[in-house]
Structures are given as structure tokens and as C-alpha cells.
């Protein structure tokens, strides 16, 4: 991917509403897609990947992301948000030069 | 139990004595890089290597060094800091170049705990 762009900087849900958290990319080639977290005061976990097979890609937590080449998105979603959710995700793609290209962050807010 | 660590977790420095932040990993990968995270601009890649001997710039390489003499480990130096580097860091490992694998999960990379730097 030649960009990653996350459309929120921050979003905040009540705890048991559904999360979505919008990536849009731009790729002259078929892209590598993940999904990192980042909880506060700790490292990065993957979440999920896409690498150009199922389009629906499942990951840890109960969360999911859908690649959609017609809108050039990977959008992350969850149905029932928790607590524990609370903490900053990182939208990140692979670039030509065989790094990891990262959006801003969305940092991610739930509410009791 | 496969891991990236980094040495130390938190620096206090002042400007222009020089530091080396270490990171080792034991997962016997090719492939390591060094981040920074700033707020509101996500991680920046620094330098990168893709095998022993064998580095290059990332987006952000100036004021930084690094070497690749082992495979495990991917020291970070900082030759004169500034306080302009203040900053958390990041170092990651991963079998394979991102985008390469085909599906075979060969790009995940693997990430350090980050080491909080402040430069006076």
C-alpha cells in the first residue's frame, strides 16, 4: 500500500454497541493489510491480517475487518463492544519497500 | 517464549550525550525495524534491515544509526540526541518482508514493549 488513511482520530462507543473503526488504503498492487492495538503503556498486538485470501478476515477479541477493493477499505469492526477494547488501533499496510506503512491511529473509547 | 525486548524501558538523557537503545529478539527472523511514535502521527519507521550486514533508511532516519552484526539483535544509536527525539520507540522483528509471503503470515511483525526516551 502506498498510503493508509484512518478516517477517525478518535471514536467513542457505550459498552454492548457495535465499534467500527474506517482504513482506507491506496495500492498500485495487491496489499497486505493488518489491523495492531495498542493498549495504554504497552506494546503493539496483532489484531487480524489480510493477505489476498478470504476478503472477511476474523481476529482476536471478536473482532473482524472486511477488505473491499471497489471502496479500497479495511474497515474494523466489532458487534458488542467491552471495556477492554478501550485503547488506540493502528491501520497498517505493506509497502513496495517491503515495510509497514501506518495510518494516525484511532483511538477508541467505551463508555459503561 | 518468542519475544522482541528492548533495553532500556525508559531514558531520561540530555542533549547531545550519546545512547544506544538495544533490542533482541529470539525468533531467528530476517527481517527487524525500528519505529517511533509521536502523537496524532502514528509509528514512523526509522531504519530497517533485512539480514545480517544489510540495513536501510526508513522515513524518518535522520539523527539515528544502527547495525545488524547478529541476526538477533538491531541496536539503536543516537550519536548527539536532541530533544526533537523525544519520543517512544519501537522495535520490531518478523520472518519476512511485508507483501512478500503470498498468505504465508511470513510479514507479521512482532513488537517490543517500546522504550520511552526524553531529551533535556
Redesign the interface.
Known amino acids: 500500500a502506498q498510503s493508509v488513511t484512518q478516517l477517525d482520530?478518535h471514536v467513542s462507543v457505550s459498552e454492548g454497541t457495535p465499534v467500527l473503526l474506517r482504513c482506507n488504503y491506496s495500492s498500485s498492487?495487491s496489499?497486505?493489510l493488518?489491523w495492531?492495538v495498542q493498549h495504554p503503556n504497552?506494546?503493539?498486538?496483532?489484531l487480524l491480517?489480510y493477505?489476498?485470501?478470504a476478503t472477511l478476515v476474523k481476529g482476536i477479541n471478536g473482532f473482524e475487518a472486511e477488505f473491499k477493493k471497489s471502496e479500497t477499505s479495511f474497515h474494523l469492526t466489532k458487534p458488542s463492544a467491552h471495556m477492554s477494547d478501550a485503547a488506540e488501533y493502528?491501520c497498517v499496510g505493506?509497502?513496495?519497500?517491503?515495510?509497514?506503512i501506518?495510518?494516525?491511529?484511532t483511538k477508541l473509547s467505551v463508555k459503561p | 517464549e518468542a519475544q522482541v525486548t528492548q533495553n532500556p524501558r525508559y531514558l531520561i538523557t540530555v542533549t547531545g550525550k550519546k545512547l544506544t537503545v538495544t533490542c533482541s529478539q529470539n525468533m531467528n527472523h530476517e527481517y527487524m525495524s525500528w519505529y517511533r511514535q509521536d502523537p496524532g502521527l502514528g509509528l514512523r519507521q526509522i531504519y530497517y534491515s533485512m539480514n545480517v550486514e544489510v540495513t536501510d533508511k526508513g522515513d524518518v532516519p535522520e539523527g539515528y544509526k544502527v547495525s545488524r552484526k547478529e541476526k538477533r539483535n538491531f541496536p539503536l544509536i543516537l550519536e548527539s540526541p536532541s530533544p526533537n527525539q523525544t519520543s517512544l520507540y519501537f522495535c520490531a522483528s518478523s520472518l519476512g518482508l511485508a507483501g512478500t509471503s503470498g498468505g504465508a503470515g511470513q510479514e507479521t511483525q512482532y513488537f517490543g514493549p517500546g522504550t520511552r526516551l526524553l531529551v533535556l
Open positions: 482520530s498492487y496489499p497486505s493488518f495492531y504497552k506494546g503493539l498486538q496483532l491480517k493477505t489476498s485470501a493502528f505493506d509497502g513496495s519497500q517491503g515495510n509497514l501506518f495510518g494516525k491511529g
